[in-house]
């Protein structure tokens, strides 16, 4: 019932910011928990932040805390990661998730996912 295009992704340096933006079909997005995750390499996909439908709680992995930002932006159909203070260690491919009602950091919880959107940061 739900479709997700993220896009945003891109190369830049250690030290720049990027947007990412994933938008979302449907007439009752509020409804969803929305989360970003990301996938490098050789390891398993695991969560970056969530966010609840309303947007009044949002999560955050430790090792982005303080760095990166999640938002969404609910008459747009639109979720947001502004992701500042880019290291290496963050590239990956980044994906977003919806699922219906309250957040979570398990990717196995999530419904619906976008196609990606490949991050890479440079040294």
């Known amino acids: 019932q739900v479709q997700l295009v993220e896009s945003g992704g891109g190369l830049v340096q250690a030290g720049d910011s990027l947007r990412l933006s994933c938008t979302a079909s449907?007439?009752?997005?509020?409804?969803?928990?929305m989360g970003w995750f990301r996938q490098a390499p050789g390891k398993e996909r695991s969560a970056v932040a969530t966010?609840?439908?309303?947007?009044?709680?949002?999560y955050y992995t430790n090792s982005v805390k303080g760095r990166f930002t999640i938002s969404r932006d609910n008459a747009k159909n639109t979720v947001y990661l502004q992701m500042n203070s880019l290291k290496p260690e963050d590239t990956a491919v980044y994906y977003c998730?919806?699922?219906?009602?309250?957040?979570?950091?398990?990717?196995?919880?999530?419904?619906?996912w976008g196609q990606g959107t490949q991050v890479t940061v440079s040294s």
């Open positions: 998730a919806a699922r219906y009602g309250s957040t979570s950091y398990v990717s196995g919880r999530y419904d619906y």
């Open positions: 449907g007439r009752t997005f509020s409804s969803y928990a």
């Open positions: 966010i609840s439908g309303s947007g009044g709680s949002t």
